[in-house]
T-cell receptor, first 114, second 118 residues
Framework: KNQVEQSPQSLIILEGKNCTLQ??????????LRWYKQDTGRGPVSLTI?????NTKSNGRYTATLDADTKQSSLHITASQLSDSASYIC?????????????FGAGTTVTVRA | GAVVSQHPSWVICKSGTSVKIECRSL??????MFWYRQFPKQSLMLMAT?????????EQGVEKDKFLINHASLTLSTLTVTSAHPEDSSFYIC??????????????FGPGTRLTVL
């Protein structure tokens, strides 16, 4: 079973609207959580990173939240633009002997329509 | 920011041939690089960790004799898919760590290489 679960699998929104993506994880102990944006046929690009003590982090119109107690994170996209159409991937890094191994969610595919 | 490139961006080959994919860190020295494979609508799956000057560490289930990894310099790692078969068709993505950055565990991803084996 994947240690990082994302929902929804995909969503369609109208340009200018907001949306929220969810990420639940079971990775423990936890080091940090990142949200990546992956355009079709491209590599992932980091949007935000949060450690255990951080509850929220913003990057322009992207705002990520983290609840380390419930092991949940969300990514909120404000005033969506056509260029926001992409896959958004939640990635969790644990702590321990395999420090650099990351657990990837399957991603949420966002389609923004005019 | 840290830039990682991959070459080629896409390749089509016949079954049984070998294909080499290059991963370069353009503006930093990467002691550690990672190779991932991604199938459609699935998450990235780590194949191996490549350390400069030493043998790569492969994930369980990844055939090291089929996926040859060479990390001969601090800026270049190569993945060679030997005797490729149609089931090897996938999107291959590399990433690299910049140990000099404050967030030293950050992995910077390349743009990926689409491999299609006929």
């Amino acid at each position: 079973k994947n240690q990082v679960e994302q929902s929804p699998q995909s969503l369609i929104i109208l340009e200018g609207k907001n949306c929220t993506l969810q990420c639940n994880y079971t990775v423990s102990p936890f080091s940090n959580l990142r949200w990546y944006k992956q355009d079709t046929g491209r590599g992932p690009v980091s949007l935000t990173i949060m450690t255990f003590s951080e509850n929220t982090k913003s990057n322009g119109r992207y705002t990520a939240t983290l609840d380390a107690d419930t092991k949940q994170s969300s990514l909120h996209i404000t005033a969506s633009q056509l260029s926001d159409s992409a896959s958004y991937i939640c990635v969790v890094r644990g702590r321990g002997s395999n420090d650099y191994k990351l657990s990837f969610g399957a991603g949420t595919t966002v389609t923004v329509r005019a | 920011g840290a830039v990682v490139s991959q070459h080629p961006s896409w390749v089509i080959c016949k079954s049984g041939t070998s294909v080499k994919i290059e991963c370069r860190s353009l503006d930093f020295q990467a002691t550690t690089m990672f190779w991932y494979r991604q199938f459609p609508k699935q998450s990235l799956m780590l194949m191996a960790t490549s350390n400069e000057g030493s043998k790569a560490t492969y994930e369980q289930g990844v055939e090291k004799d089929k996926f040859l990894i060479n990390h001969a310099s601090l800026t270049l790692s190569t993945l060679t898919v030997t005797s490729a078969h149609p089931e090897d068709s996938s999107f291959y993505i590399c990433s690299a760590r910049d140990p000099d950055r404050v967030e030293a565990d950050t992995q910077y991803f390349g743009p990926g290489t689409r491999l299609t084996v006929l």
